[in-house]
Structure formats: structure tokens, C-alpha cells
């Protein structure tokens, strides 16, 4: 395949731009596109959009050379304000002063696919995208309009894969190795913030945005009493999980409830943990990709969607109305500490 580059009169670098702009959970699986492009175009340069929340997760890869911060969700609070306006000007600016060669939209809304429309390709250059959803995805047909090459995927494709697919279908390569998620490896002699034990400590990622995906409370104070007396650390992220959290804490000694944390000290207690359990939410799939020692729970979510299957330190449990009991749970964690 003649690249962009080659046909403008190269050889040059490619220049790519990555439109993934959020939840947490699918900026992560969106990772390891950039450790495959850099594999078979190791020149690239790659810049990625992204939520302005979660700037410090992509920054954790090395090989991303420019973050171009999005900031919708604070925006539409506040449209008509000269501040707001001035920001979203910005926005434009930065993202056009950069001729792409290629530009992915792996996200597939019409959000997306309107930052891909606005990025400024070279002659020849290619905006590619999703020709379609996987299964219970809140995939947007209409962004299509904005692409110049719709990658077909099996509605079943693992959320890892699908944009892995999608480069290597624009850029001629195939897709034969385990995810890469580029993050860099544990620095065990940093200092440690003042919440977290020196101890080795198991983290529950107990909260998530939609009820039917937690696992019962008694379940995890059970859990942590057979984990005992390895420090539980309990974080939260509303007022909802603070009280979830502070319910957990009253049934469990060894638990601790954790102040408010920021995105980036949140990615700093998954990559530090001994063990994590976690419900299918970001900042357990964060620490499946750190290859932290992790039983994934599922409870009302299709296993094969996020499952962690890139490392034998994760173990995925449940799947949509099935969920694991203690039982299973406790031997999974027990396994990996051993």
C-alpha cells in the first residue's frame, strides 16, 4: 500500500491523528493502537483527542506525541460565555495546525466524526473510521459522512481489537500480537502519596455508573475478610460511591476509605495494588492493563466486550446475568497473591 506520505513525495514521517475521546474504559482499550502503529510505522508521529479528563491516562504512553485536550462536557455547561467560546476557538486552531495523513475515528458518533471533519488532511491523506457498531455500542451511523474508508468489524469484536482493526486495515499491517497497552513499567522506589500504605494492599473498584453492574455489598466485605489482613483500599468517585464505600468500610477492619482522588492518582493506586477486584468499569480495566494481579467481575455487562485477556495475571469472572459468587471470587484473588 502507497501511504500518503510516499505519494506527496516522501519519504517523510507519517503524521496520524487518533479521535478517542472518551469514557475512561474506551480511551484505555484505544492504547494499544498507538504500540501497533509505532511497531509497523516506527517514525509516525502520532497525536491523539481526548477528553481533557483524560489527559493524564494518555500521557502515560510515550510514543503519543501531541494530546490535543477536549472539552466538551464542561462546554455545553456554558456555551454562550466569552471563556467557553475563546477555548472551543483554541480547540480549532490546534487541531488544524497539523496536516494528517491519516486520521482515525474509533469511536463512531457524530462528535467524533465532526473533530475528524474538522482535522486537515495532506493530498491523498484518509479520515477512516467504523463502518458499524459492535453489539449494545452507542455507535452513530452518521458519522460515516465524515470518513473517506469504513472499516467493517464483527459486532462481536473485543473492545481492545476494534481499533486495532481499524489501523491496520488503513495501514496494511495485520493484527497477530497481544494488546500493548505502551504504559510504562512500576517505579517500586517512588515516593508514595500520603493515602497510600507502604504495605502491599488489594483495591476495590467497587462503583460504576449504572446500578445493575455492581456486585453486592456483602459480597465484598465477605471478600475482604478472607483477604484479611491485607489493607483494602476503597475509592470512590461521587457521593453515591463515597456512601457505598463508607458501607464496605463499617463491615471490613482491614478496609480503608480513601479521600476524593484526581484521574491521575486514581491510575496511581490501580498500577500500585497487590491485587485489584473490580466491577466492569475504567479503573479496573486500567489495572488489567498495568498487568496488576486482577479478577474482573462481571455481573451485567458481556464478558467478551472488555474482558482483560492479554496477560494470565487477569482472571475474569461472571458474565451478563451471571454473575460470580464469593466463592469464586476468593479462590481467583487468593490464586494470584499466591
Known sequence: MVSPAARAGGPRPL????????SLGDVLHNLPMVADIARHCPDANIDWVVEEGFVSLVRQNGRVRNIIPFALRRWRKS???PGTRAEMKAFWRRLREQQYDYVFDTQGLLKTGAIMGMARVVKGGRKVGLANGSEGSGYEGVSRIFHSESVPTDPRTHAVARGRLVAGAALGYSVDTPADFGLPALDAGAPRPDWMPAEPYAVYFHGTARDAKKWPAQ???????????????????SAKEKAEAEQLAAGLPNARLLPKLSMAEAVLLARHAALAVGV???????????????????????????EGNWSPKIINLGDQGAP????????????LLA
Not at 465477605?222 to 484479611?228: F, S, V
Open 219 to 237: 459480597h465484598w466485605i465477605e471478600l475482604g475478610r478472607q483477604l484479611a489482613p491485607m489493607p483494602i483500599l476503597l475509592p470512590w468517585g
Open 15 to 22: 503524521n496520524i491523528l487518533l479521535v478517542r475521546v472518551s
Open 324 to 335: 460470580p459468587g464469593v466463592a469464586e471470587v476468593a479462590a481467583a484473588a487468593k490464586s
Open 79 to 81: 456555551l454562550g460565555k
Open 280 to 306: 466492569d468499569t475504567g479503573l479496573t480495566h486500567i489495572a488489567a492493563a498495568f498487568t496488576v494481579p486482577t479478577v474482573e467481575i462481571y455481573v451485567d455487562s458481556p464478558r467478551w466486550k472488555t
